[in-house]
T-cell receptor, first 117, second 111 residues
Framework: DAEITQSPRHKITETGRQVTLACHQT?????MFWYRQDLGHGLRLIHY???????NKGEVSDGYSVSRSNTEDLPLTLESAASSQTSVYFC????????????????FGPGTRLTVL | RKEVEQDPGPFNVPEGATVAFNCTYS??????FFWYRQDCRKEPKLLMS???SGNEDGRFTAQLNRASQYISLLIRDSKLSDSATYLC????????????FGAGTRLFVKA
C-alpha cells in the first residue's frame, strides 16, 4: 500500500546543531509539504514543493530549508537548531498541479517530535 | 485576528448527542474548505471536504456560508470513537496557494 513515512519519529538535539528530518512518500504525489504544530496554533506551513527541483517558502520558513531531488522525498533541514524550533513536524503529500494543490486532500505522515535543548 | 478561528473547546458530550462546530475565516478569497480529524498524538486525516451546497457523509454534515465566512460541522448520534480534535482548513489562492489550518476544536464523547 502507498504510504508516507517520516524519520526519525523522535529526536532530541542541542542548540546550534544541524538537523535533517526525512519524509518519504510512495503515493507518487507531485506536491509535498512540511508543517509544524504547536499548542495554541494550527499547523503552520514551513516549505512546500510542487515537483522535483521546485521548492517554496511557507509562512514560517526562517531557519529551515528543503530540497526536492526526486518525487518521493522532501527532507527538511534545520540549519542551526534553536529552542523555538521544538515542535511536532508533519510532512504531507497531495495531488494537484501547482496552484491547484490546495484544492485536494493532503495525506500526512505520522510526525516527528523534535526537542531542541 | 487569526485567519481561521475555531472554538478550542473542549466540547464534552454524551454518546448519542448532536454536536456542532463552527469555524470562521477572514479572507474572502478563500476557495477550498475542509474538515480534518486529528486523534491525540496522531497525524491529521481528511474527514470531509466542504462544498457550497453543503454535503453529508453518514452522521457528518458540513456546510459553508460564504456571505458570513464560516463553515460548520455537525455530528449526529455521537460515538465514543468521535473523540478527537477537529481541524478547520481553508485554502486561499492569490497567485499562489496558501492552506491555513485552524488550531482545532477538541471533542470528548462520554459513555
Amino acid at each position: 500500500d502507498a504510504e508516507i513515512t517520516q524519520s526519525p519519529r523522535h529526536k532530541i538535539t542541542e542548540t546550534g546543531r544541524q538537523v535533517t528530518l526525512a519524509c518519504h512518500q510512495t503515493w507518487n504525489h507531485n506536491n509535498m509539504f512540511w508543517y509544524r504544530q504547536d499548542l495554541g496554533h494550527g499547523l503552520r506551513l514551513i516549505h512546500y514543493s510542487y515537483g522535483v527541483h521546485d521548492t517554496n517558502k511557507g509562512e514560517v520558513s526562517d531557519g529551515y530549508s528543503v530540497s526536492r531531488s526526486n518525487t518521493e522525498d522532501l527532507p527538511l533541514t534545520l540549519e542551526s537548531a534553536a529552542s523555538s524550533q521544538t515542535s511536532v513536524y508533519f510532512c504531507a503529500s497531495g495531488t494537484g498541479t501547482g496552484g491547484k494543490a490546495g484544492y485536494n486532500e493532503q495525506f500526512f505522515g505520522p510526525g516527528t517530535r523534535l526537542t531542541v535543548l | 485576528r487569526k485567519e481561521v478561528e475555531q472554538d478550542p473547546g473542549p466540547f464534552n458530550v454524551p454518546e448519542g448527542a448532536t454536536v456542532a462546530f463552527n469555524c470562521t475565516y477572514s479572507n474572502s478569497a478563500s476557495q477550498s474548505f475542509f474538515w480534518y480529524r486529528q486523534d491525540c498524538r496522531k497525524e491529521p486525516k481528511l474527514l470531509m471536504s466542504v462544498y457550497s451546497s453543503g454535503n453529508e457523509d453518514g452522521r457528518f454534515t458540513a456546510q459553508l456560508n460564504r456571505a458570513s465566512q464560516y463553515i460548520s460541522l455537525l455530528i449526529r448520534d455521537s460515538k465514543l470513537s468521535d473523540s478527537a480534535t477537529y481541524l478547520c482548513v481553508v485554502t486561499v489562492y492569490t497567485g499562489g496557494f496558501k492552506t491555513i489550518f485552524g488550531a482545532g476544536t477538541r471533542l470528548f464523547v462520554k459513555a
